[in-house]
């Protein structure tokens, strides 16, 4: 009769330990995407627009693009103790991120777009808009 009730008792736990679920692991993309760009601070070090330069809109602003998963999550721009709200999304190649800050001065509303990566290192993404030619240019720098 106590054997019966110490195994009634361990069933429990070696039944959970035995459904214990794997975690996926995450690809090299998602890897290389969250050491590049998420939870970072980033400042804009170079925008142009149809051959207007607009760097210096941007001089004193950080952006962090913070993680919630690998392809989406909130996006803060803060400047002068100011804080701007919004959100970014990457498509499952992160070949396209689109920014989007609603209520946020002009100069941010500028960046609220679906863009296309032109390329991405350890220090630097490049960016132009989904979708278009490259007279519309992002440079943003990590600090």
């Known amino acids: 009769m106590k054997k019966h009730l110490i195994i009634i ?14 975690k996926k ?25 149809h051959g207007t ?3 210096a809109d941007y001089k004193g602003f950080t952006f962090i693009l913070t993680k919630t998963d690998y392809y989406h999550g909130p996006l803060t721009a803060k400047k002068n103790g100011m804080t701007y709200q919004g959100s970014w999304s990457a ?23 679906a863009w296309r990566f032109k390329s991405k290192s350890l220090k630097i993404i ?3 808009p989904w979708g278009a030619g490259d007279d519309i240019i992002v440079h943003m720098t990590k600090e």
């Not at 692991?25 to 627009?49: G, H, P, T």
């Open 25 to 49: 692991q995450a690809s090299l993309q998602e890897r290389l995407f969250e050491e590049v760009i998420l939870n970072k601070d980033m400042v804009v070090s170079y925008a142009i627009d």
């Open 9 to 22: 008792l361990l069933l429990p736990i070696v039944f959970c330990m035995s459904c214990n679920k794997e």
């Open 91 to 113: 498509n499952d190649d992160y070949g396209k991120l689109t920014i989007t800050l609603p209520d946020a001065p002009k100069e941010l509303k500028f960046l609220s777009r």
């Open 126 to 128: 490049k960016l132009a």
């Open 53 to 55: 330069e607009l760097t």
